[in-house]
């Protein structure tokens, strides 16, 4: 564990620097983009402390107990695979930020674009430094999250918005792949530990479930890296900001499917199965993707099918299952990262000042722009594998090792084929440059307009290029002994020998690279008829043939639905209690059917007798007055009561202070609702289903009052009680068991149950947001116009009474807070007796006085809420404890005496937030309903007017 603190910043930075980028969204540009900085550029010096012990052949490593249970654990290492990934990601990352913070407009919201680049950075980090496979599925289904967050950034754009969905629906089929294929690969390895599965290839190799999890997992693999047939997805992400697709395309995103089959590449490859199809897999997409850049006109889109074409290359080479093949993949893996990012910068930088990035209607902007021009040119043509640059080094190497796999038994499928592949490269990259910077301008206009930007814009690609230049030059003093240290951690084998140039001598792989180079010159010559070619060929549009699938599956699945499902909430209410009825009733007959166990009953007292007459009463005024709203909310109140006093005499402290805290929280946010709702609810049930449904009722009832009695009458036997009450005040510091047990033994449970509930908060946001606008609100306003208005809006005497009643609420609130650890209370109880005392002022003052005097912002406090709980657990990691482990201790202090201090408290406070904002929220939306239906009234008749 020496490493920990150093791994758990490394992948937790990124997130930090998110969190507080989203907290001060309002700030400057400057501010997001110097806190995105610095976080890439302080993970970056973590990445350095931990070069010498990567390179010496250590692996650091770190791990804690996270759900121990399912074989999820927090580990976390960087061997040379992961600590390369990393320094691209981050390295990339911080030019990548650099580049951001010139190139977005005055006005952009930069606060949630950094914020979502950071996520994605994190997420990245975790997926290339997880030493536990269930770990790295969380984090690859952040990056899907992430991405299409900033795919979609300009929400106002159709493309946007329809590539950040095809780019999720897409990765997101695969990632659910890739979850079953890794649960069955650790299943078979008998571990989820990554390091352990990497040592049991034979294992898994030899199970009859290997060609399902091989298949499951190259899904996965293929829809994140853009493989053919996946590979649509990735053009249309091109809708994003530049930045985002130099990142997306050079370090994160499509180079994960990549690093996973390089990562299991000990474990899944040299199996026939794995290498044909991986293989295919990789040299269809290298030659479809290549020969489509050919022909397209837009920049991004001509880099975006460049980068399938790439990446089909990156997958083929990992299919050969040979070391030398591996070791290009690795080197190719860096040369793509400078200058691939290198030219989404340029073209980024094309349209910055050019105003667009139709390659027919530029030309000659090496004119106006010679550094861009520069750059741009260098990095195309390490694209396209030109002496004396990096990307020449791996093409020769690519080339140098497709004789040595006979593809389906013919010798000479692969060096054909990969040498069509590499002469469409050396095409779309010399049309690139040359149509764009060399030549006769097209049009006048964007060329007028064209001019290099300042030093912050061209610095990063520049750099990247010079990066480009450099492993072309001296790649054995640049790139050797990482590639071969990398090498050696993809293939499980010891580090291989490494001798890398620029000349090997004349061989087939120079004879290969030279027709390559010749063909895409003849292409470029006659790339206007090609084109004309291509156009009238009309092949078929992966877009479209994607959207016809999802229309397909969209129409089918809603006629099932319509099948299975009722629009009517009765019919399904009463299916859903009918099938409980029949699962009640058969496991009563498994169990034998003997209903009274041998526990002894006690005698209920007169006034439990009275108590339970009051609740059955209650219960049949609420059936029999159903339509009168008010009383059935008074019927309900009764109920409530009824309850918390049977847990109050049962020695349930704890339950009825919470049960009478939801009862008049809820009964006041219904009351509130009341005025938003018809006076005479329409007739909904006729007298027949009546029948059947207070049948069914009954019955059910009757079954579940016989289950509770079975239950209740029978010997628990084992009883994890005893543990509890013995463990609560040694353990967790506290005397009120409940309370510990919540906040301590079971706070994992606690904390997500908090988080529902805040989702729950933002779910009625959302339904009630659209309430007052379209056919809900012309039904809301007509219901209003039906209803008499008081004429004492806001009694005095309630007024006057809420305004001596708050103070004392809020005083109250806060001492059960503090009180409880150890006696009856806490921070749910806390949080919903400072709700009601809210939402008696809201009934009392009415919904605008209040609402303007609120002190808070409700999805703050659910936010805060929930951070606060999860830094909770993460602080107690940091100190070496499992997530969420308390810590308490006695101190001592001058007039008060001996107090005790626990980090329980502070998981509490966030329990507190997130169910005060969720109330709050529920509160505010009902506040706002009326008063948004009434502007749409007014503005109506304005319109109509």
């Not at 969380?138 to 900033?150: G, K, Q, V, Y």
Request: hydrophobic share 60%.
């Amino acid at each position: 564990m020496a490493y920990a603190l150093t791994l758990l910043l490394l992948v937790t930075l990124p997130f930090a620097a998110a969190l507080a980028i989203a907290l001060l969204h309002t700030a400057s540009r400057a501010l997001h983009a110097a806190l995105a900085a610095g976080a890439s550029a302080g993970g970056l010096a973590l990445l350095a402390s931990l070069a010498g012990p990567v390179m010496g052949g250590e692996v650091p490593s770190a791990a804690w107990a996270w759900v121990p249970a399912i074989g999820l654990d927090l580990t976390l290492m960087v061997d040379p695979l992961g600590w390369m990934f990393a320094l691209l990601i981050l390295g990339i990352g911080l030019l990548v930020v650099i580049f951001a913070y010139f190139y977005l407009y005055p006005g952009e919201a930069t606060g949630r674009f950094f914020a979502s680049l950071m996520l994605f950075q994190g997420a990245m980090l975790g997926i290339v430094i997880a030493g536990n496979v269930l770990l790295l599925l969380i984090f690859w289904e952040m990056t899907s999250l992430a991405s299409f967050l900033l795919i979609g950034f300009w929400q106002h754009k159709p493309e946007a918005r329809q590539g950040a969905r095809m780019a999720l629906a897409v990765t997101g089929g695969g990632g659910l792949a890739l979850i079953a294929g890794l649960l069955l690969l650790g299943m078979t390895a008998g571990s989820f530990d990554l390091a352990t599965i990497l040592t049991r290839a034979e294992a898994v190799q030899a199970s009859p479930l290997y060609p399902a999890m091989l298949t499951l997992i190259l899904i996965g693999c293929f829809t994140k890296s853009a493989q053919f047939p996946f590979h649509f997805w990735l053009p249309h992400a091109m809708a994003a900001p530049t930045p985002v697709s130099a990142y997306l395309h050079s370090a994160t995103m499509v180079k994960a499917g990549v690093f996973l089959l390089a990562r299991l590449w000990p474990v899944l490859a040299g199996t026939e199965l794995y290498t044909v199809t991986v293989t295919t897999v990789g040299l269809v997409t290298m030659v479809f993707g290549a020969g489509v850049a050919l022909f397209r006109h837009d920049l991004k889109s001509i880099l975006a099918y460049s980068t399938i074409s790439q990446l089909g290359m990156l997958v083929m080479l990992l299919g050969f299952s040979l070391e030398a093949a591996a070791m290009a993949a690795v080197l190719h893996i860096l040369n793509h990262a400078a200058f691939k990012a290198a030219l989404f910068m340029s073209a980024g930088i094309v349209e910055h000042e050019t105003g667009t990035r139709d390659i027919r209607r530029l030309g000659g902007l090496a004119k106006a722009m010679p550094i861009t021009a520069a750059v741009a040119t260098l990095a195309a043509a390490s694209m396209a594998g030109l002496p004396p640059l990096g990307g020449f080094i791996s093409k020769e190497l690519m080339l140098y090792q497709t004789p040595k796999l006979a593809l389906f038994g013919m010798a000479w499928l692969l060096p054909v084929l990969a040498t069509i592949g590499a002469t469409f490269s050396v095409g779309y990259s010399l049309r690139l440059a040359g149509h764009l910077f060399f030549g006769q301008p097209r049009e006048a206009e964007p060329f007028a307009r064209a001019h290099d930007p300042g030093a912050g814009m061209w610095a990063a690609p520049a750099l990247l290029t010079t990066l480009a230049v450099l492993l072309g030059l001296v790649p054995m003093a640049l790139a050797a002994p990482l590639v071969g240290a990398v090498t050696g951690a993809v293939t499980g084998l010891p580090r291989p020998a490494v001798e890398i140039g620029l000349w090997h001598g004349v061989n087939l792989a120079l004879i290969l690279s030279l027709i390559a180079v010749a063909g895409g010159a003849l292409m470029l010559w006659q790339h206007r008829l090609l084109l004309a070619a291509w156009e009238s060929a009309r092949l078929p549009d992966a877009k479209r043939l994607f959207e016809r699938v999802m229309a397909f599956a969209d129409r089918w699945v809603r006629k099932a639905m319509v099948a299975s499902h009722t629009p009517s909430l009765q019919t399904m209410l009463l299916a859903s209690f009918a099938v409980i009825a029949l699962l009640v009733i058969e496991g009563a007959m498994i169990g034998g059917g003997v209903l009274t166990g041998a526990r002894p009953g006690i005698p209920a007292p007169v006034p439990a007798v009275i108590a339970w007459a009051l609740l059955i009463a209650a219960t049949a005024a609420v059936v029999n007055d159903s339509r009168n709203r008010l009383r059935v909310l008074i019927y309900v109140s009764v109920i409530g009561l009824v309850v918390s006093l049977a847990f109050a005499v049962l020695s349930a402290p704890d339950l009825a202070l919470t049960q009478i805290s939801v009862e008049v929280v809820t009964i006041l946010l219904m009351l509130l609702a009341l005025h938003l709702l018809p006076k005479s609810p329409p007739m909904l049930s006729s007298a027949p289903r009546k029948w059947r449904d207070g049948a069914l009722a009954v019955g059910l009832g009757v079954l579940v009052g016989g289950i509770a009695w079975a239950m209740l009458t029978r010997d628990p036997g084992a009883s994890i009680a005893a543990f509890h009450l013995a463990n609560a005040k040694p353990g967790g510091g506290g005397s009120n068991v409940v309370n510990v047990i919540l906040v301590d033994f079971r706070a994992f449970d606690t904390l997500g149950e908090i988080i529902v509930l805040g989702i729950a908060g933002l779910g009625i946001f959302a339904l009630l947001d659209t309430a007052a606008t379209g056919a809900a609100g012309a039904r809301l306003r007509a219901w209003r116009a039906d209803m008499p208005l008081s004429p004492e809006r806001h009694p005095m005497m309630l007024l006057i009474a809420s305004r001596i009643i708050l103070p004392l609420t809020l005083l109250v609130g806060i001492y059960l807070f503090l009180r409880g650890h150890n006696q009856p209370g806490g921070g749910f109880i806390a949080a919903l007796v400072v709700a009601a005392a809210f939402l008696v002022q809201y009934l009392a003052a009415g919904f605008d006085w209040s609402d303007a005097r609120k002190p808070f912002a409700e999805h703050s406090l659910i936010a805060w809420g929930v951070l606060v709980a999860m830094a909770t657990g993460l602080g107690a990691m940091a100190l070496g404890a499992p997530f969420l482990t308390s810590w308490f201790d006695y101190f001592s202090l001058p007039l008060i005496g001996k107090f005790e201090l626990a980090s329980a408290m502070l998981f509490d406070t966030g329990v507190f937030l997130t169910v005060l904002g969720a109330v709050m929220l529920a509160l505010a939306q009902l506040s706002h309903i009326s008063k948004r239906a009434d502007s749409a009234a007014a503005k109506a008749q304005e319109d109509a007017a």
